[in-house]
């Protein structure tokens, strides 16, 4: 009976958050968690063109207009590089400090957005192009331009598809602003190299309390090439008001035990 109580009365105690709108703009990205940053960089400049959609295919290969082939000419070192705290330079105006996603849910937690600009900071990165130029980066990062309304589905699952072309949809850092050094014949390419994004997909999946998530990211540039990056947010601890919220709930089912006993 205890547990049948308390159990009931923690539901309520979790709705009451959610419902009290817990995740609120802007939420963290986990610096501390190795599957985080970039992942992954396809470059139609040296690995060639996108591929046709097939039945195999992602669903959002046609927003994209292909597949990324299976070959990779720029290797990222570390990979996951992770992100961090810092600000991204090479990109105007400044964005704000630290790795978040500016996003707000409405409707009971039935649509999201994001709602404002959202920075992701990288730590120093490595770039290996065609194993012989050599590429350092310090203080590089992008940041993800605001999103229409995406509904989420009933597994808290939300995707967002944006498609700002030719203008911005995220913002990356200008690579000869982040560059320390370079070594190797393809270092004269460096200056006119972007990662500038005019599209992208983010996919969210909530956790169910809606305090946390699980996010995947891919923008695309003006030439096709394409940029992904694992965005976990951080643990969000539980509002003062929560705690307070269970502590009544824990004195409430110790009186009916002691009333029972």
């Known amino acids: 009976m205890w547990n049948s109580i ?70 990222i ?26 996003i707000a849910l409405t409707g009971g937690n039935t649509t999201a957005q994001i709602i404002g600009d959202s920075t992701i900071a990288l730590p120093n990165i490595v770039l290996t192009i065609q194993g012989a130029t050599v590429v350092n980066a310090a203080g590089a990062g992008f940041v993800i331009k605001p999103s229409s309304t995406g509904a989420i589905n009933g597994s808290g699952q939300v995707e967002f598809l944006v498609n700002n072309a030719p203008g911005l949809a995220a913002d990356f850092t200008t690579l000869a602003d982040a560059v320390t050094s370079c070594t190797g014949p393809l270092c004269a390419l460096i200056p006119i190299l972007s990662l500038d994004m005019v599209r992208y997909r983010l996919f969210l999946d909530f956790d169910p309390t809606f305090t946390s998530f699980t996010g995947n990211f891919i923008g695309q540039t003006s030439n096709n090439s394409l940029v992904y990056a694992t965005l976990n947010s951080a643990v969000v601890p539980l509002p003062a008001a929560g705690w307070l919220l269970l502590t009544a709930v824990g004195g409430l089912a110790a009186r009916r035990l002691k009333r029972a006993a």
């Open 77 to 102: 070192s570390p990979l996951p590089t992770g992100v961090n705290n810092g600000v991204p330079v090479g990109i105007a105006p400044v964005p704000a400090a630290g790795s978040f996603l500016n």
């Open 6 to 75: 308390t159990g009931r009365l923690a539901v309520a105690a979790s709705l009451a958050l959610v419902g009290s709108g817990a995740m609120a703009a802007p939420v963290a990205i986990d610096t501390a968690n190795p599957a985080n940053g970039l992942t992954d960089l396809y470059s139609a400049t040296f690995d060639g063109a996108l591929a046709p959609c097939t039945g195999g295919s992602p669903s959002y290969c046609s927003f994209f207009s292909g597949d990324a082939p299976a070959t990779r000419n720029i290797i």
